[in-house]
């Protein structure tokens, strides 16, 4: 479903990507870990055409992502912003039901609203937050918004950019199985970004360990724990010793 050969991103001297050559299988969730500013996020932006790259060249179903007709290509993608992203003059409904109150997927305002209270309920969020502004939650809540916003329109494939930072564990247990649904029940692709361990082992089929800009390692979520590789084994365990260097 996804396939990046030799993709690179560079902010000035700040090389940030080096060559990523990566494959998602459509129906299957892909997780991508690694420590904090190695560019996971800089590589869904890419795929998502929000980040144009340097060099290589990103395939979404065969076809490629920079030639794509943008609103079409879009309407097959859901994202949850590390940020969470929400529009804040909006109200929580409508930023969850925002790609069917306009555009290709538009729906009348009740049955948008209707949609918007059922995946609002499917990530732990009753009726009584529906009519109120982002500024009005907590960032765990706001996140959950993200979230309810991101599966709406039940698009294709979703790219979720740490789902779980911020929230409890109970409620980080919620939205991995939430997740794992989408793509099991739903049928779409997944690709996440998390630091979360325990995300990790609830979300994965597969995994990817982005480490200098390449692609360090990748397998199944079942050889996470018996891989050899010292990088993998390092991040997976939290040891500050190791050949992964703590000051980046
Ligand atoms: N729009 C941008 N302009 C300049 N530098 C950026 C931009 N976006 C990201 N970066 C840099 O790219 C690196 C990777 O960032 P990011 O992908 O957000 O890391 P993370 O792996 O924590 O998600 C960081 O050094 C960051 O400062
Ligand atoms: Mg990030």
Redesign the pocket.
């Known amino acids: 479903m996804i396939e990046l050969s030799g993709v690179t991103k560079s902010?000035g001297q700040?090389h940030?990507l080096r060559g990523i050559d990566l494959k998602v299988d459509s129906n299957s969730s892909m997780v991508i870990i690694?420590g904090?500013?190695?560019?996971?996020?800089?590589?869904l932006k890419c795929i998502l055409g929000l980040?144009h790259p340097d060099g290589g060249r990103i395939l979404l179903d065969g076809q490629d992502v920079e030639q794509a007709e943008r609103d079409s290509f879009l309407a097959r993608f859901g994202m949850l912003f590390?940020g969470g992203a929400l529009f804040d003059s909006l109200r929580v409904w409508e930023n969850v039901a925002f790609r069917l109150l306009r555009g290709a997927q538009k729906r009348p305002r009740d049955e948008a609203r209707a949609i918007a209270l059922e995946k609002l309920r499917r990530v732990g969020l009753g009726p009584q937050v529906a009519d109120l502004y982002p500024a009005e939650l907590s960032g765990g809540m706001q996140k959950r918004v993200g979230l309810a916003r991101a599966i709406a329109a039940e698009p294709e494939v979703i790219f979720f950019d740490e789902p779980t930072a911020g929230l409890d564990p109970i409620m980080a247990g919620v939205i991995n199985d939430l997740i794992r649904e989408i793509v099991t029940e739903m049928g779409a692709t997944a690709m996440t970004?998390t630091h979360d361990m325990t995300s990790v082992r609830a979300i994965a089929d597969h995994v990817a360990m982005?480490h200098r800009g390449k692609i360090r390692w990748t397998g199944p979520v079942a050889e996470l724990d018996t891989t050899p590789d010292p990088y993998v084994q390092q991040f997976i365990h939290g040891r500050a010793e190791g050949p992964i260097e703590a000051l980046r």
Do not use: R
């Open positions: 902010f700040n940030v690694g904090s500013g190695t560019g996971k996020s800089v590589l980040v590390q970004i982005l």
